[in-house]
Each structure stands twice: as C-alpha cells, then as structure tokens.
C-alpha cells in the first residue's frame, strides 16, 4: 500500500471516528461523571466493535451458509446491519439504541444455542451482554440482566426436558449437564457483575471527589482571580493617588534612608529629577539634621508605632528652605517594609505663627510701659497737685488747678484704657504673668 492510499485510509478512519463521536456523544460532552463515561465508553466500543463485528460476522455467516445453517447465516448478517443503522441514527435516543443492541445480541445468543446446539457460543453472548449492562446501565438494570440470563436457561432447561421442538441442542445436552453447566455460568456471570459493579461505584466516587475537589479548587481559583483584579485595582488607584498627589510624598528604605520613589509634584517642589532622587537620601534635603539618627529610631518604633509625624524644614535643589510636616507610615514596597512619607508646607503657617508672637512681644512691652514708665509720672503729678491744692497759703487760681486736675484725671483714663486694650490683645498666658 502506498502512502497516498495510507493517508486516505488514516483521512477516512478519522471522519469515522469524528462521525461515532457526534452520533454517541449524548448530553454531557466534557462532563466528567460516570455518564459521561458511560457514554464515552460506548462510543469507543462502536468505534471497534462495529468494524470488527463486520469482518467476523461475513466469514461466520458464510460458513454457516455452508453448513446448512441457513436462518443462523441470515441473522447474524441482519444483526450486525441492524446494530450499525441503529447505533448510528442520531434521531434515535441513545438510552433506545442501546437496549436495542442488547435486545439484538440477546436474539443472536439464542439463535446461536438453538440451531447450532452450542453452549459456549451463546453463553458468551449472554456474559458479554451483562457486562455492557453493568457498564452502561444502572445496577437495578444489571440485576435485571441476570435475572434474564437465570429464566433463559431454566427455560432451555424445560425445553431440554421436554423436547417441545427439535434443536441439536437437546440432542446434546440433558438436563443434568445442562443444570451443571448453566449454575457455573451463572455463578461467574454473578461474581463478574459485582465486581463491575464495585469497579464502577469507585470510578463513581471517584469521579465524584474529582467534581468536587475541581469545584473547590475552581472555587478558590476564582477567589484567587477576584482578589488579583482587586489589588491590581487597588494598585492602579494607588498608584494614580500616589503619582497625581498635590502634596510632595516618597516611599524610602527605612533602614538606609534612601528615596525608592517619589511623585511628581516632590519632583517640582523640589526641584530634583526622578533619577536624582533614587541617588540619594532623606539626609539630602532635612536641614535641621533631625534624621541623623532616624534609621535607629525607625528599627525602634517600627514595630511599635505605623504612623507618627514631624515638623522640620527641608532644602530645595536651589537651596530654599521652607518648613513642612512629615506624616509617616509603614507600606510594603517590592516584598519589603518601607516609609510612605507625605509632606505638607506649613512655612506660611510658622512665619504667621512668628509674627503673631513678635506682636504680642510688643504689645507686652508697649503695656509695660504704659503701667509703669508713664504711670510713674502722672502719679506724680496727681501727688503735686494735691500738695499745691492743700499747702499753698498764697492764693492759687483754682481754675488753673481745677484743669490740671481734670487734664490729669484725662490722662489717667487713657492710660487706663490703653492698658485694658493692651491685655485684652496679649495671649492667656501673657495675661496670667
């Protein structure tokens, strides 16, 4: 044979098993349970049975043709036709086609015992047909089968008896041998089933497990998926508030101090590139020096302590200072611990905080003054013009005394007031002093 004619058989035997496949696939295509089994195990076996069924029924069929046994020749021929248009007709149910091969080969079995008087031949019949029974139907169905197989042969065994018609196989056999026989047979037909039968239960827990452990590990892949989806969005928004931040942050190693990553307003803030900063430390940009022993303090607090915060003052690339709150926290940055540090510029805050206390300075001085320094005269005054009021024997104009009198009473009540507003101005604390 060719290769061309290799090929063509190879192309041919293909479609065929394609074709069974589509024929016998049934409902459960891809669902692995014990029907599904059950249902690829009956396409496998059409799939051989079938060819191989054709390639011995012609020889034995013409050798019975040959020997007179004309009917039997028949029925094998039409039994193997029968079985392959049967098995082969998507239109037909495929609970129907295989009762129907059952049904057929029970016929042949028979056929084969009668007319041809041979045990063997049919009994295998009758064997093989209550194995595909356990195989490819429930074990209510399979009991059934022995049952049949238990009534054909105490029938035969009846018809042994009495002879009701003629068949060599009551020329062959009496009803002893014939009991002796079928009791054995019957016999390893029983212990076959259950074994099946157990065989079949432990695919079907099995196969049960499988479905279930699948479940649970579909169960936990999808879980697993759910939770990647959510930290890739968590990531990606992260990252988006990270990046897109109005305020300066980084994320630095807590133990070299070294920048890992900074957003772009650090970078405009600062005035330093990205690849800048992966050069250096936090060491770079603190002007108070107050992270000088901040990697010891770190390896303390961490632990201990996720967030804390600290005022200090930072240096641009151009040398500008300006103070800024720092709140820390702990982050897992590329399988380790790191810093994630937001800055916030509080200089506005410190120099108005400054001036405020520059003016209370003042006005602390300027309501000393006006307490004591100026104070001090006036009594004084007020003093002299009692003293002139009530000493002088020379006579005084009394209302050039009554407006000194009144002008200092006038400047008394100003000063008063002065120093009312004064206190009212100063801080508590200043107030208390």
């Not at 931040?245 to 133990?255: E, G, L, Q, T």
């Not at 009540?413 to 002093?433: Q, R």
Request: hydrophobic share 45%.
């Amino acid at each position: 044979m060719d290769q061309k004619s290799v090929k063509t058989s190879e192309g041919l035997w293909h479609k065929y098993q394609s074709y069974v496949g589509r024929v016998t696939a049934g409902n459960t295509v891809g669902v692995e349970d014990i029907v599904y089994w059950q249902q690829s195990l009956f396409t496998k076996l059409i799939i051989y049975a079938l060819p191989l069924g054709f390639l011995i029924a012609v020889p034995s069929a013409i050798i019975a043709y040959l020997q007179g046994h004309v009917f039997v020749a028949l029925f094998d021929m039409v039994t193997m036709v029968t079985i392959g248009c049967v098995s082969l007709n998507p239109y037909i149910s495929l609970y129907f086609r295989k009762s129907f091969i059952v049904f057929m080969l029970y016929m042949l079995g028979l056929i084969f015992m009668l007319c041809l008087g041979s045990f063997g031949a049919g009994s295998i019949y009758l064997l093989s047909l209550s194995v595909f029974i356990t195989l490819q139907f429930s074990i209510r169905v399979s009991r059934i089968a022995v049952i049949v197989n238990v009534f054909i042969y105490g029938a035969l065994a009846l018809c042994i008896y009495f002879k009701p018609f003629s068949s060599p196989l009551f020329e062959r056999y009496t009803v002893d041998s014939w009991i002796s026989y079928t009791l054995s047979f019957l016999f390893l037909n029983l212990a076959i089933i259950v074994l099946i039968h157990h065989t079949v239960n432990g695919l079907k827990n099995t196969l049960l497990q499988k479905a279930i452990l699948l479940n649970e590990l579909q169960a936990e892949y999808d879980e697993k998926v759910n939770r990647n989806q959510v930290l890739k969005e968590s990531e990606s928004h992260y990252r988006s508030l990270f990046s897109h931040s109005p305020s300066p942050m980084w994320i630095f190693d807590a133990v070299s101090l070294r920048f890992l990553q900074v957003n772009e307003t650090a970078t405009c803030k600062y005035g330093y590139t990205h690849e800048e900063f992966s050069r250096m430390t936090i060491k770079n940009i603190d002007a108070d020096e107050k992270v000088a022993h901040l990697s010891e303090d770190l390896s303390l607090t961490m632990p201990n302590k996720d967030i804390d915060q600290t005022i200090t003052r930072h240096r641009t690339k151009s040398g500008k200072l300006y103070y800024v709150e720092v709140r820390c926290s702990n982050i897992s940055f590329e399988g380790k611990i790191a810093r994630l540090a937001i800055m916030r510029n509080i200089t506005e805050q410190i120099e108005h905080t400054r001036a405020i206390e520059k003016q209370n300075k003042k006005l602390e001085e300027i309501a000393f003054m006006q307490s004591h320094v100026v104070r001090a005269p006036l009594a004084r005054i007020i003093a002299l013009t009692s003293l002139i009021a009530e000493e002088n024997d020379k006579p005084v104009d009394g209302e050039l005394i009554g407006y000194l009198d009144r002008s200092v009473k006038e400047l008394d009540n100003v000063i008063t007031s002065i120093v009312s507003h004064s206190e009212e101005v100063l801080p508590e604390t200043d107030k208390e002093k």
